[in-house]
Every structure is written in structure tokens, then in C-alpha cells.
Nanobody, 125 residues
Framework: QVHLVESGGGVVQPGGSLRLSCVGY????????IGWFRQAPGKELERISC????????YYTDSVKGRFTISRDNAKNTAYLQMNSLKPEDTAVYYC??????????????????WGQGTQVTVSS
């Protein structure tokens, strides 16, 4: 069965760090671009980062640039999102998604082939 599973969310104080993992099951992650999205309460789904399958280059939205780092370990069929200097406004459900084909990452849900179930990140003192 083909699916993605995120983990690593939790509750952290402002300024803290978390590392999210995204494991692919039933398909080889190395052929796919991996995107990380988040949805905060009352807000739209937002793509925050993406890593390409061809050259490993990455994209970050401005609000997380310099604080978040996306990476992938194809041998483990896993992608990661290292989140540092977390802020209360980072509170959201975080999703990973896999997209096959092309060079540029899609910026919205319909472009992706597989999605995970999401993991909650809460930044609060």
C-alpha cells in the first residue's frame, strides 16, 4: 500500500526545535520531489518547503527561510524537515507530499501524488 507517514511533531517552547520525518511506504521516494506543507487553524494550506529529486536543491517560503532545513535520505526512503527557532506562528498541522516528474515543485495540493496524514506542531510557552 502506497502512503507517506509523518512523525516528529509535538509541543515546543518558542525558540525551540523539532525535526519532522516523512517516510514513504510502497514506492521509492528518490524519484519524487518532496514538499512540506502546513495548515494553521483558520488558514489555508501553505507550502513551506520542497526538495527536488534530481539535484537535491530546495525551496523555502520566506517565513521559514533561515530557520527550517529540508533534507532527504533516499537509502531510508525518508525526508526530513528540521525546524529551528520556532515561533508561535509556526503552530500548524504539517504535511509531507510526494510529486513525481518535472523539476519545479508544485505549490498546491493537486500537483502531488501522495500525501501523509499530518503531524501537529504547537509552539507555545
Amino acid at each position: 500500500q502506497v502512503h507517506l507517514v509523518e512523525s516528529g511533531g509535538g509541543v515546543v517552547q518558542p525558540g525551540g526545535s523539532l525535526r519532522l520525518s516523512c517516510v514513504g511506504y510502497g514506492f521509492p521516494l528518490d524519484y519524487y520531489k518532496i514538499g512540506w506543507f502546513r495548515q494553521a487553524p483558520g488558514k489555508e494550506l501553505e507550502r513551506i518547503s520542497c526538495i527536488r529529486s534530481t539535484d537535491g536543491s530546495a525551496y523555502y517560503t520566506d517565513s521559514v527561510k533561515g530557520r527550517f532545513t529540508i533534507s532527504r535520505d533516499n537509502a531510508k526512503n525518508t525526508a526530513y524537515l528540521q525546524m529551528n527557532s520556532l515561533k508561535p506562528e509556526d503552530t500548524a498541522v504539517y504535511y509531507c507530499a510526494a510529486e513525481r516528474g518535472g523539476y519545479y515543485c508544485s505549490d498546491s495540493m493537486p500537483g502531488y501524488d501522495y500525501w501523509g496524514q499530518g503531524t501537529q506542531v504547537t509552539v507555545s510557552s
